[in-house]
């Protein structure tokens, strides 16, 4: 039984090891003093770090990285609450096939799925267009959205809501009193989700930028692939800074692993 329980803890260490070596590699490189990346580094600076602020390209492409990630994860808690919430307590026909429907983007690779798109938003002249690359966003938000607020309305009691409303409560102040704050974590995880979704997405938001248009990890892709310096280093190390604090965020609020959880259907 012990050798069991060591063959697990060493299974899971490695794999752990495995996951975090690009942070492991990536932020220690970005502190280099050398005029390439290095590891281990090469000195000690902060020098590309300061640089960043010289490349205006990428402080563009940051802002825009945030501010779709924003509109993203408020349009996909908008849609996908509402739709949690209708598939939860209502009895709709083929309930399990909407639900599908609903979350194929998590199963769908997501090439495929920027392809997709693309054919699809070309001619009603939607791609590479700031519009069309927020539709996608949303796209690929919303069903981590219901994924988070089905799981979160998997336990909740209904009967608190019919005691609401016998007691005079409209429908809406039902809803803002009783549902909202209970399933409130839910929500939040979701949104919390949804904007790091967003804020890291490479492979749709190839097919649907424009060569004005950039966002972060598109412009460190650009750059890698016309050289690989240091400063491209520091911007991803940013990037998995901002990643990691919003996964401890997240677990903290909802916990990570309940996303395949079960859901109520």
């Given at each position: 039984?012990?050798?069991?329980?060591?063959?697990?803890?060493?299974?899971?260490?490695?794999?752990?090891?495995?996951?975090?070596?690009?942070?492991?590699?990536?932020?220690?490189?970005?502190?280099?003093?050398?005029?390439?990346?290095?590891?281990?580094?090469?000195?000690?600076?902060?020098?590309?770090?300061t640089?960043?602020?010289?490349?205006?390209?990428?402080?563009?492409?940051?802002?825009?990285?945030?501010?779709?990630?924003?509109?993203?994860?408020?349009?996909?808690?908008?849609?996908?609450?509402?739709?949690a919430?209708?598939?939860?307590k209502?009895?709709?026909?083929?309930?399990?096939?909407?639900?599908?429907?609903?979350?194929?983007?998590?199963?769908?690779?997501?090439?495929?799925?920027?392809?997709?798109?693309?054919?699809?938003?070309?001619?009603?002249?939607?791609?590479?267009?700031?519009?069309?690359?927020?539709?996608?966003?949303?796209?690929?938000?919303v069903?981590?959205?219901?994924?988070?607020?089905?799981?979160?309305?998997?336990?909740?009691?209904?009967?608190?809501?019919?005691?609401?409303?016998?007691?005079?409560?409209?429908?809406?102040?039902?809803?803002?009193?009783?549902?909202?704050?209970?399933?409130?974590?839910?929500?939040?995880?979701?949104?919390?989700?949804?904007?790091?979704?967003?804020?890291?997405?490479?492979?749709?938001?190839?097919f649907?930028?424009?060569?004005?248009?950039?966002?972060?990890?598109?412009?460190?892709?650009?750059?890698?692939?016309?050289?690989?310096?240091?400063?491209?280093?520091?911007?991803?190390?940013?990037?998995?800074?901002?990643?990691?604090?919003?996964?401890?965020i997240?677990?903290?609020?909802?916990?990570?692993?309940?996303?395949?959880?079960?859901?109520?259907?």
């Open positions: 039984m012990r050798i069991g329980r060591n063959i697990r803890l060493l299974v899971t260490g490695l794999s752990l090891l495995y996951i975090l070596i690009p942070m492991l590699v990536t932020i220690p490189a970005s502190f280099t003093s050398a005029s390439y990346p290095s590891f281990p580094p090469e000195g000690l600076s902060f020098q590309w770090y640089k960043l602020l010289d490349r205006p390209e990428f402080i563009e492409a940051f802002f825009n990285s945030v501010k779709f990630a924003l509109l993203a994860s408020f349009f996909g808690v908008l849609f996908g609450t509402l739709g919430i209708a598939i939860a209502y009895e709709i026909p083929g309930k399990s096939f909407l639900v599908s429907v609903l979350t194929a983007p998590l199963t769908v690779p997501q090439l495929v799925l920027g392809v997709a798109l693309l054919i699809y938003f070309t001619p009603l002249m939607l791609a590479g267009t700031q519009t069309g690359l927020l539709i996608a966003h949303i796209i690929i938000c069903p981590y959205v219901i994924r988070f607020v089905l799981t979160g309305l998997s336990g909740f009691d209904y009967t608190l809501e019919r005691a609401a409303m016998i007691l005079g409560a409209n429908p809406l102040k039902v809803f803002w009193r009783i549902t909202l704050p209970l399933i409130r974590p839910a929500i939040l995880s979701g949104a919390l989700f949804s904007f790091l979704i967003s804020f890291d997405n490479v492979t749709v938001s190839l649907m930028v424009s060569s004005g248009m950039r966002t972060l990890p598109l412009e460190i892709f650009s750059n890698m692939q016309d050289a690989y310096s240091p400063i491209v280093a520091s911007v991803s190390s940013v990037v998995i800074i901002i990643s990691v604090l919003l996964i401890l997240l677990e903290k609020l909802h916990g990570v692993g309940r996303l395949v959880g079960g859901a109520h259907e």
